[in-house]
């Protein structure tokens, strides 16, 4: 297999905290990244990216870790997302493009002070597009830590979110607490964005949020079998791309390695692209959009069915 793994790859430190992170986050973001995909809240899901961005920025101008500063950032914008209102879409909207606006604005702050008052250097390219080669190895416990609060959130909402993806005015006529479940949601969403910020960087971690989620939910509408594939297609595109930015050192002279956050993004969007063909390959021909909207709807009667089942 050496044609495959350059030398040093498994022994080399860097390579196993990168590995630890990214698996750990690429499972975080694929779970939480189905609910956001079904309840249409990947522009929420991005101005947290925007607001995670302002966090580790702030961080790395105070020379705390970056990590807590990304996840500190996703959970304050996810309450102010919140509390201006993301119910409806057109609250939920309007939500994050006020809180967007705001952290694109303090980030930028951030950043350029960082870079005029202080002698740390590649800020920039750590807080936007990551650096996971070089994270610290104390950091995968926090990791961990933070990976397993928010399954541990959804796990305890999955019913009553799931019903809540599918029609919230159902859900709240049943008796679910919309607002508590929506901001436990939240919350597991902004611990999931900002364990994505470190991973592959604050601007392009909105890809491992919504892309391995959308590539599952174009093979299968059941819950937990896209749940399962989404985290799948999650780790593998994450532990195929750091091999592919650590090998890619090798590939030439003259150059450095790709960037890991390119490789996995790219790995991600050839994912979707597959799902979508083969997505489209099985589908039979039709007349005219009824049957796939009886179809669709149809999946979704049932895990509203699923979500309602006794002991929901």
């Known amino acids: 297999m050496a044609w495959l793994f350059e030398p040093g790859f498994f022994a080399s430190p860097q390579v196993h905290t990168a590995l630890a992170i990214g698996g750990v986050t690429a499972v975080v973001s694929a779970v939480v990244g189905i609910f956001t995909v079904v309840r249409g809240q990947s522009f929420a ?4 990216t925007e607001v995670s961005a302002t966090g580790g920025s702030g961080a790395l101008l105070v020379g705390a870790n970056p990590l807590a500063g990304f996840v500190v950032g996703s ?3 996810a309450g102010a997302m919140e509390a201006v209102g993301v119910r ?3 609250g939920r909207d309007l939500a994050a493009g006020i809180v967007l606006g705001a952290s694109i604005g303090i980030a930028s702050l951030f950043l350029y002070l960082t870079t005029t008052t202080t002698a740390t250097t590649g800020g920039t390219q750590q807080v936007l597009f990551g650096s996971i080669f ?7 416990p926090i990791a961990a830590v933070f990976s397993v609060i928010s399954l541990g959130v959804v796990a305890a909402i999955y019913r009553p979110l799931s019903l809540m993806s599918v029609h919230t005015d159902l859900a709240a006529a049943r ?3 919309v607002r508590l479940v929506g901001m436990a949601y939240m919350a597991a969403l902004a611990l999931a964005v900002g364990l994505s910020s470190l991973a592959i960087g604050a601007i392009l971690s909105t890809a491992l949020l919504v892309g391995p989620a959308a590539t599952a939910l174009h093979l299968t509408k059941r819950m937990g079998r896209a749940i399962a594939l989404s985290a799948a297609v999650a780790v593998t595109t994450t532990w195929v791309g750091i091999l592919l930015a650590y090998d890619s050192a090798d590939w030439g002279s003259g150059h450095d390695s790709l960037p890991v956050s390119f490789c996995v993004v790219g790995l991600i969007f050839t ?3 597959g799902s979508e063909l083969l997505a489209r390959a099985r589908r039979r021909p039709r007349l005219d959009g009824s049957a796939r909207t009886t179809r669709d709807t149809g999946l979704r009667l049932v895990e509203m069915e699923d979500a309602c089942s006794p002991g929901s």
């Open 271 to 273: 994912a979707y692209l």
């Open 88 to 90: 409806h879409v057109r």
């Open 45 to 48: 899901g991005h101005a947290l």
């Open 134 to 140: 070089v994270t610290a190895s104390s950091t995968v």
């Open 175 to 177: 008796g679910v607490p």
């Open 75 to 77: 959970l304050a914008g």
